[in-house]
């Protein structure tokens, strides 16, 4: 499975970005997608799941809660993070990840493949 996420740049506080990450190879339905995003000089965190195959489950960091939401279209096999209501700390390179499992799973080791990250930027 091959990744490709898009869609950061610089925004300023309280704006709105939508991330995409599309894929190839694989059977994409199948496989839960996540979120994770590293900021400079920080380790890398998860900021969300969603799960694959039938009964989508999704799950977020604290922090993301209610203002981003995770979303997947499997016929364009392209995860989505709309981000609403941006603040500086969220700031980060994104990275989108996914995993052979249907099941989601907030720890990056557990992900077999990764995108190359797309940078955003929050202004105060």
């Known amino acids: 499975v091959q990744l490709q996420a898009s869609g950061g740049g610089l925004v300023q506080a309280g704006d709105s970005l939508r991330l995409s990450c599309t894929a190839s190879?694989?059977?994409?339905?199948?496989?839960?997608m996540a979120w994770f995003r590293q900021a400079p000089g920080k380790w890398r965190e998860f900021v969300a799941y969603i799960s694959g195959g039938i009964g989508l489950d999704d799950y977020y960091r604290m922090s993301v809660k209610g203002r981003f939401t995770i979303s997947r279209d499997d016929a364009k096999s392209t995860m989505y993070l709309q981000m609403n209501n941006l603040r500086p700390e969220d700031t980060a390179v994104y990275y989108c990840?996914?995993?052979?499992?249907?099941?989601?799973?907030?720890?990056?080791?557990?992900?077999?493949?990764w995108g190359q990250g797309t940078l955003v930027t929050v202004s105060s």
């Open positions: 990840a996914a995993r052979t499992y249907s099941s989601g799973s907030t720890y990056d080791k557990q992900y077999e493949y």
């Open positions: 190879g694989g059977t994409f339905g199948r496989n839960a």
